[in-house]
């Protein structure tokens, strides 16, 4: 058989950092800081985990896995390699790559890899650890592939709602809207035995217990509501505030100031958020799906609200 693992390479600190850092590149400091060091950063580093890991599974084939990642991934950068991920694309296989051809500085980490994996051997060994770093490796090349993101933030200036009910009646079918939304996430949080969502009713917030800075969802206390007041919320969703309608006393408006959306790829710039005065339809649409319909139709199946 030529599928062994008999040697500790695999505890190789180098590899294990290299590792690390591909996992945290991709997953994280690609979100917050796009920039050219982020985005050659998880090609140096894939370059040498990518061969040293495979390595160690198949090492009668060392030299050839390291010659065959250099060809594999000067195709890949390339756009003779579109066609075949068209035809992924066509069986819904989402796989992402740009085509930049100053990526290819990146290759000095193949020999770097080959040079490291064949030097002295490690006695340390645990099964568990090596099942791991088995695991986040193979979940290493799987996150590469996928297209990153950012976050888009639309800014609103002409969507107002009308609710034919008190400000702190609407802020009270808010709270029922937002406590039916933690709960629906909780009834698939059960199913991966995750951490509920709780509110703590003192700060006004969900949050996931117990890690009380992973906000959710806010509650307000309708107690403490006067007529005078703004109540401000801002969620992944969007950004808005409720205040007594001036033309009605009893009526409440709700001002949307900004809505919230990611899009798959780069920023067009450096900025963790992309600003755009211009927001799609069907973004507006799940705002309201998400809010305005529900809490509508808890205080009044015949209430309208309006866009002025």
Same mark, same amino acid.
């Given at each position: 058989m030529?599928l062994?693992?008999?040697?500790?390479?695999?505890?190789?600190?180098?590899?294990?950092?290299?590792l690390?850092?591909?996992?945290?590149?991709?997953?994280?400091l690609?979100?917050?800081f796009?920039?050219?060091?982020?985005?050659?950063? /998880?090609?140096f &580093?894939? !370059?040498?985990?990518?061969?040293f890991?495979?390595?160690?599974?198949?090492?009668?084939?060392?030299?050839?896995?390291?010659?065959f990642?250099?060809?594999?991934?000067?195709?890949?950068?390339?756009?003779?390699? /579109?066609?075949?991920?068209?035809?992924?694309?066509?069986?819904?296989?989402?796989?992402?790559?740009?085509i930049?051809?100053?990526?290819?500085?990146?290759? &000095?980490?193949?020999?770097l890899?080959?040079?490291?994996?064949?030097?002295?051997?490690?006695?340390?060994?645990?099964?568990y650890?090596?099942?791991?770093?088995?695991?986040?490796?193979?979940?290493?090349?799987?996150?590469?592939t996928?297209? #990153?993101?950012?976050?888009? &933030?639309?800014?609103?200036?002409?969507?107002?709602?009308?609710?034919?009910?008190? !400000?702190?009646?609407?802020?009270?079918?808010?709270?029922?809207?937002?406590?039916?939304?933690?709960?629906?996430?909780?009834?698939?949080?059960?199913k991966?035995?995750?951490? #509920?969502?709780?509110?703590?009713?003192e700060?006004?917030?969900?949050?996931?217990?117990p890690?009380v800075?992973?906000?959710?969802? &806010?509650?307000?206390?309708?107690?403490?509501?006067?007529?005078?007041?703004?109540?401000?919320?801002?969620s992944?969703?969007?950004?808005?505030?409720m205040?007594?309608?001036?033309?009605?006393?009893?009526?409440?408006?709700l001002?949307?100031?900004? !809505?919230?959306?990611?899009?798959?790829g780069? #920023? #067009?710039?450096?900025?963790?958020?992309?600003?755009?005065?211009?927001?799609?339809?069907?973004?507006l649409? /799940?705002?309201?799906?998400?809010?305005?319909?529900?809490?509508?139709?808890? !205080?009044?199946?015949?209430?309208?609200f309006?866009?002025?």
């Amino acid at each position: 058989m030529f599928l062994k693992s008999p040697s500790n390479k695999i505890f190789n600190p180098i590899f294990i950092i290299s590792l690390i850092l591909l996992v945290l590149n991709d997953l994280w400091l690609k979100q917050y800081f796009s920039n050219a060091i982020t985005g050659k950063l /998880s090609d140096f &580093v894939g !370059l040498f985990v990518f061969p040293f890991f495979w390595s160690y599974f198949f090492p009668r084939f060392t030299k050839e896995i390291h010659i065959f990642t250099a060809i594999f991934f000067l195709w890949f950068k390339s756009e003779w390699f /579109s066609p075949v991920l068209d035809w992924l694309h066509s069986f819904g296989i989402s796989v992402y790559r740009v085509i930049d051809y100053t990526d290819y500085i990146a290759l &000095v980490s193949i020999p770097l890899s080959y040079y490291i994996f064949s030097r002295a051997e490690y006695s340390y060994s645990n099964r568990y650890l090596k099942c791991g770093i088995t695991c986040l490796s193979i979940f290493s090349f799987i996150a590469t592939t996928q297209p #990153p993101s950012y976050r888009v &933030v639309y800014k609103v200036t002409d969507r107002e709602y009308v609710f034919k009910a008190t !400000l702190s009646e609407t802020v009270a079918s808010f709270n029922e809207v937002e406590q039916e939304r933690m709960d629906k996430m909780n009834e698939g949080r059960k199913k991966y035995n995750d951490k #509920p969502i709780v509110l703590d009713k003192e700060s006004g917030v969900f949050y996931e217990s117990p890690y009380v800075a992973n906000k959710y969802g &806010v509650w307000f206390n309708v107690n403490n509501i006067t007529a005078e007041d703004t109540i401000r919320y801002s969620s992944y969703a969007a950004r808005f505030y409720m205040i007594t309608d001036p033309d009605n006393e009893k009526h409440t408006k709700l001002v949307l100031q900004e !809505l919230y959306d990611s899009l798959d790829g780069h #920023p #067009p710039n450096d900025t963790l958020d992309v600003v755009l005065k211009e927001y799609p339809s069907t973004v507006l649409r /799940s705002f309201e799906k998400m809010y305005i319909r529900p809490m509508k139709k808890k !205080l009044n199946k015949n209430s309208i609200f309006s866009f002025l």
